[in-house]
């Protein structure tokens, strides 16, 4: 029964088309992830969750999370007891799909969303709910509270940022916490530009307000990051992809050589965090 009602601002909003994704993915017979927790969520959610009817983006955000998932099982595998930080959390269940009964989790979302969260999870020990915008400065304390190593993962969510606060975001995550990884999605400006086409069916007020053609340029841009990897959605871990149904491999072909270039417009990003060391001062800098 739809019981629980959302209150939600526009970009927040978006947080249920990703959900109701992974609720249609596990509704099918030989679909991509189960997630039995996402389908229960959108039962109860009095939401008209049609409007997003057969949204290519539907399948695109379910690649996305299957990319994520595989970065952070590396991650857990050599970290068991390390702590991930889902940047926007929205009501993501990546939780519940990896825990190995050691890691530290921190969900990270805006106040409305967080409100929404804590209808459908509580925390633990070893799980924390914060209600705080990534770009204020006092969260970190919450997750230095837990041990490290620290792996940060932002799904759909730098993608809705002005450039500037994008920069804001990733300097901070950077500052406070070198020798982390972090794992987020980008969208090249085509893809920006034409984002309210017909042929995506994007049915959410959001825009995509930053643009980015190549991640490997954000490693260049002095804030700490160093780029590890980065796909497409049709570039799925090779242990993803050979755990594909056959028929679903040779769909991804299919539509990979249909959209060649274009593939790269919508990228899914691996980087290791480190301090910023600023330039040696020019000999008329120094004093003494």
């Known amino acids: 029964m739809a019981d629980i009602s959302v209150q939600l601002g526009d970009v927040q909003e978006t947080l249920l088309a990703t959900l109701y994704a992974r609720a249609v993915e596990t509704g099918k017979k030989r679909g991509l992830l189960r997630d039995e927790t996402a389908a229960r969520m959108v039962a109860r959610i009095d939401y008209d969750f049609t409007r997003f009817g057969r949204s290519p983006m539907l399948l695109g955000s379910v690649l996305r999370t299957l990319i994520l998932d595989e970065w952070v099982r590396e991650f857990l595998d050599a970290n068991p007891g390390g702590t991930v930080v889902e940047i926007g959390a929205g009501l993501n269940t990546r939780f519940e799909r990896l825990d190995n009964g050691r890691v530290h ?15 459908f999870f509580t925390e633990c ?8 915008s990534v770009l204020e400065e006092d969260w970190p304390d919450a997750v230095r509270a837990l041990p490290g190593p620290y792996f940060f993962v932002a799904e759909g969510v730098l993608l809705y940022f002005p450039p500037a606060q994008v920069r804001l975001a990733l300097a901070g995550l950077a500052r406070h916490f070198p020798g982390a990884g972090l794992a987020f999605d980008t969208a090249g400006r085509w893809l920006v530009d034409n984002q309210d086409a017909p042929v995506f069916e994007k049915n959410v007020t959001a825009s995509f307000r930053w643009s980015c053609d190549d991640p490997t340029v954000i490693g260049e841009w002095g804030l700490g990051l160093r780029h590890r990897d980065s796909r497409t959605l049709l570039q799925l871990p090779k242990r993803l992809a050979r755990s594909l149904p056959p028929q679903t491999r040779a769909t991804l072909g299919v539509v990979r050589a249909a959209l060649r270039s274009r593939a790269r417009g919508y990228q899914v990003s691996l980087f290791d965090l480190e301090p910023h060391v600023p330039e040696p001062a020019s000999p008329a800098d120094r004093i003494g």
Do not use: I
Not at 106 to 111: K, Q, S
């Open 105 to 119: 989790w921190v969900d990270l979302d805006l106040p409305d969303a967080m409100a929404l969260r804590r209808r």
């Open 125 to 132: 020990d070893r799980r924390k709910l914060v209600g705080a």
